[in-house]
Nanobody, 124 residues
Framework: QAQLVESGGGSVQVGGSLRLACVASGRAFSRVHVGWFRQAPGKEREYVAVISRNNGTAYNNNVVKGRFTISRENTRNTAYLQMDSLEVDDTGVYFC?????????????????WGPGTQVTVSA
């Protein structure tokens, strides 16, 4: 059964860093695009970043502002989101998702597999 599991969340102070990991199983990881999304309390889920099956990357610059880096390690079936210079507004549940379609992008509809999420809390 295909499954995604996120890890690496936690509580940090403003300016701190976290590295999130997304481990996939049950499908050929090298063939999927991987996206990271987040949802803050009381807000809609929003796109953060994507890495395509060909290692192309894209970011929601309104969110990332040069602070996050997405990467993948196919031999470990794992994608990462390195988050630096964290701000209070980065607080939320972070989800990874995979999609097998032709295009990689920001729309949640491009992804058909989602993890349960990992909590990130940034305090002042």
């Amino acid at each position: 059964q295909a499954q995604l599991v996120e890890s690496g969340g936690g509580s940090v102070q403003v300016g701190g860093s976290l590295r999130l990991a997304c481990v996939a199983s049950g499908r050929a990881f090298s063939r999927v695009h991987v996206g990271w999304f987040r949802q803050a309390p009381g807000k809609e889920r929003e796109y953060v970043a994507v890495i395509s099956r060909n290692n192309g990357t894209a970011y929601n610059n309104n969110v990332v502002k040069g602070r996050f880096t997405i990467s993948r390690e196919n031999t470990r079936n794992t994608a990462y989101l390195q988050m630096d210079s964290l701000e209070v507004d980065d607080t939320g549940v972070y989800f990874c998702a995979t999609g097998q379609g032709a295009a990689a992008g920001a729309a949640p509809q491009l992804y058909d597999q989602w993890g349960p999420g990992t909590q990130v809390t940034v305090s002042a």
